[in-house]
């Protein structure tokens, strides 16, 4: 069974500084991976994803995440991150068996001016 | 115009009390899902229909019982409101069961007292 493992509750980082979200997964088969971000009292969003193809991924709002198959991890990062990107952060896995989409706990990313 | 949309967005009742949270999508998708986000933030599957059809189905207790009355519509109805229950339950939807992209609606939070 698939399961996604984030290290990092919260990430406290000043504006304008780089930042890298953790991810990582456990698989037996090929996955599909995905970030969603969650601003408050909102949905989630895809910011987005690995189906297959080139390991690094580009996104909304400036991200974009690598692929490593041997280091099972799928991290998300921004170069220079604003106070309006502070929000959840949710990696996520497919399940291509059963058509689930598998969550890890979250990453708080508080951008602080 | 919002693509998922759910009501009520809030929802207080007390234990024991029987209630529905709807939801609606307006972009032709023909999968649909509810998620139940606990108070960690951590992210569940509950329950997705394809075409009516239900095709994803939890271990959650059977009182929470999930209706599909066309393809953009979901409603969840909770017998017997326990404590446990208060969560934020997110209803979703994607273009096919594969749910590579899947688009949440803006969540319905519950608390039982």
């Known amino acids: 069974a698939q399961s996604v493992t984030q290290l990092d509750s919260q990430v406290p980082v000043f504006e304008e500084a780089p930042v890298e979200l953790r991810c990582n997964y456990s698989s037996s088969v090929s996955v599909y991976l995905f970030w969603y971000v969650q601003y408050p009292n909102q949905g989630l969003q895809l910011l987005l994803k690995?189906?297959?193809?080139?390991?690094l991924v580009k996104g909304i709002n400036g991200f974009e995440a690598e692929f490593n198959k041997s280091q099972t991890s799928f991290h998300l990062r921004k170069p220079s991150v604003h106070i309006s990107d502070t929000a959840e952060y949710f990696c996520a896995v497919s399940d291509p068996s059963s058509y689930k989409l598998i969550f890890g706990s979250g990453t708080r990313l508080l951008v602080r001016p | 115009d919002t693509a998922v949309s759910q009501t009520p967005k809030y929802l207080v009742t007390q234990m024991g009390n029987d209630k529905s949270i709807k939801c609606e999508q307006n972009?032709?998708?023909?999968?649909m899902y509810w998620y139940k986000q606990d108070s960690k933030k951590f992210l569940k599957i509950m329950f997705s229909y394809n075409n009516k059809e239900l095709i994803i189905n939890e271990t959650v207790p059977n009182r929470f019982s999930p209706k599909s009355p066309d393809k953009a519509h979901l409603n969840l109805h909770i017998n017997s409101l326990e404590l446990g229950d208060s969560a934020v339950y997110f209803c979703?939807?994607?273009?096919?069961?594969?749910?590579?992209?899947?688009?949440f609606g803006p969540g319905t939070r519950l608390t039982v007292t």
């Open positions: 979703a939807s994607s273009q096919d069961a594969q749910g590579y992209e899947q688009y």
């Open positions: 972009l032709g998708h023909d999968t």
């Open positions: 690995y189906l297959s193809g080139s390991t």
